[in-house]
């Protein structure tokens, strides 16, 4: 795929989460609890600020943003649901990748909402070596949406679990996340547990 900003992206995050997952002893910053979201939601920002070598203020406001959208997200979820955490992660991202892309506050929500209209689904079957790969669809996901905000182009209310109101989108997604999948976690589980 190339040297680029996209491809440096996905490489030091999903390096990041495939060390953390192999046991390294390497401080990461975690985010609600976990170590692969906080790499989620802040590595790619950082990233992507180094390769635009944008100023430190807006380095710092960015990682605010993305750690501040993943917590705010979270608190509706709980501490254990079966919704991947990379999902949560990667749309606190994307605000902040849209945010130093000079992205406004409606592009930031149209952010956003592509990412739910996205990968909403993903689910969680444990922390393990291959969640370096959901990462990955994470971060790729958090560029795309990103990309496609700075365009104007966002999933609309007429489709699926979005909703005109950001926040709306948020609780469906949190809804899902914690009480739509709740057959899914026993399923997860009992295959995990029957190994």
Known sequence: MGDSVFTRMLTVTAAACDARMDGAMIPVMSNSGSGNQGIAATLPVLSFAED?????????????????????????????????????AATGASSGLTYLMG?????????????????????????????????????????????MAMENKVVTAIEGIIDED??????????????????????????????
Do not use: H, W
Request: aromatic fraction near 2%; charged fraction near 20%.
């Open 52 to 88: 635009m070598k944008c100023p430190e203020e807006e380095l710092i406001r960015a990682l605010v943003l993305s750690n501040l959208m993943v917590i705010y997200i979270k608190q509706n979820l709980g501490r254990l649901f079966t919704l991947c955490g990379c999902v949560v």
């Open 103 to 147: 992205g406004s506050k409606t592009q930031i929500s149209y952010a956003i909402k592509n990412m739910i209209g996205n990968i909403t689904g993903m689910i969680c079957d444990g922390a393990k070596p291959s969640c370096a790969l959901k990462v990955s669809s994470g971060v790729s996901t958090a560029m795309l949406s990103a990309m």
């Open 166 to 195: 950001v926040d709306q989108t948020i609780t469906n997604l949190t809804r899902i996340g914690s009480i739509g999948m709740e057959a899914t976690d026993r399923m997860v589980l009992e295959m995990m547990t029957r190994k």
